[in-house]
């Protein structure tokens, strides 16, 4: 240090404390800062507000090949609670039908799906329309279904370009004639 400013220093100790203890404020608050910015960084910033439940990738990948090439019929998605993400969990091949579809969801637990309806309309023009379908049993786990519905609209955001959703806690619910019912 400059011999001047330990004279300083020494002739009025306490304006130098005060200089101090403003630097040590300022130091302290930045270092306040930078560990809530690292902290951020290191949280997965795909991960839902409400549940905590990020959007693995493939998710969207799937849905994109769904909704543009037509690849898939239906996917299936679930929730890993353990990885704390939805992952596809099935997908179903262009030539498997709706019954085909309704089978791959299982009866007691929730899960989240997207169906490829085509059908003719009654000016007999080829048309399909995409289903979001939130599949939530009523023999479901409690815990389940409340990390399902938290999750939801996050993942809905993710998958843009469904045109119809259903909310369906048993097969009657979103049977081929609900189906077709909601496409008209």
Not at 24 to 38: E, M, S
Not at 138 to 158: L, T
Request: with cysteine; hydrophobic share 40%.
């Amino acid at each position: 240090m400059d011999k001047s400013l330990w004279g300083e220093i020494l002739s009025c100790p306490y304006s130098y404390l005060a200089w101090l203890r403003k630097r040590i404020h300022t130091i302290y608050l930045l270092h306040g800062y930078l560990t809530l910015t690292w902290w951020f960084s290191k949280c997965n910033k795909k991960a839902n507000a409400a549940s905590g439940i990020a959007v693995n990738d493939d998710c969207k990948l799937k849905f994109l090949e769904l909704k543009a090439k037509r690849t898939y019929r239906f996917i299936v998605f679930k929730i890993e609670e353990k990885q704390k993400q939805v992952v596809v969990e099935k997908v179903g091949e262009p030539t498997q039908s709706y019954e085909d579809f309704a089978a791959s969801l299982p009866a007691d637990e929730c899960r989240y799906a997207i169906y490829d309806f085509d059908f003719v309309t009654e000016e007999n023009c080829q048309k399909s329309r995409i289903f979001f379908i939130a599949w939530s049993p009523d023999n479901s786990r409690v815990r389940s279904k409340m990390i399902y519905a938290s999750s939801k609209d996050r993942f809905k955001r993710e998958l843009d370009g469904f045109q119809v959703e259903l909310q369906a806690t048993d097969p009657t619910e979103m049977g081929l004639d609900v189906i077709r019912s909601r496409v008209g």
